[in-house]
């Protein structure tokens, strides 16, 4: 079994930053992409930013220049530092990792998400 915990959302102002973490644990073979979605009351969830195990990075227009995503291979975690937050940044973030676990190839394995709010 295999889980992806996210943590570190909550409250802020806008402006403000946060830095979300989430950890792979349990039967891992290896992992190649992880990411960052966010879904807003009413409104499809949508990329915010992929880093490939190598490294090779990618952002969603709306968030370049803001948020910095990265990970640490040796603990199966990625993060995603946010700053100069605005409210249109409230959403539920969920992690997303492409992953085998030694049986089977999962593309999009998700967190249960956490919830970002700012206000204004």
């Known amino acids: 079994q295999v889980q992806l915990v996210e943590s570190g959302g909550g409250l802020v102002q806008a402006g403000g930053s946060l830095r979300l973490s989430c950890a792979a644990s349990?039967?891992?073979?290896?992992?190649?992409?992880m990411g960052w979605y966010r879904q807003a009351p009413g409104k499809q969830r949508e990329l915010v930013a992929t880093?490939?195990?190598?490294?090779?990075?990618n952002y969603a227009d709306s968030v370049k220049g803001r948020f910095t995503i990265s990970r640490d291979n040796a603990k199966n975690t990625v993060y995603l530092q946010m700053s100069s937050l605005k409210p249109e940044d409230t959403a539920v973030y969920y992690c997303?990792?492409?992953?085998?676990?030694?049986?089977?190839?999962?593309?999009?394995?998700w967190g249960q998400g956490t919830q970002v709010t700012v206000s204004s």
């Open positions: 349990g039967s891992i073979f290896s992992i190649n992409a």
């Open positions: 880093i490939t195990s190598t490294g090779t990075t």
């Open positions: 997303n990792a492409e992953l085998h676990n030694g049986a089977y190839y999962f593309p999009n394995y």
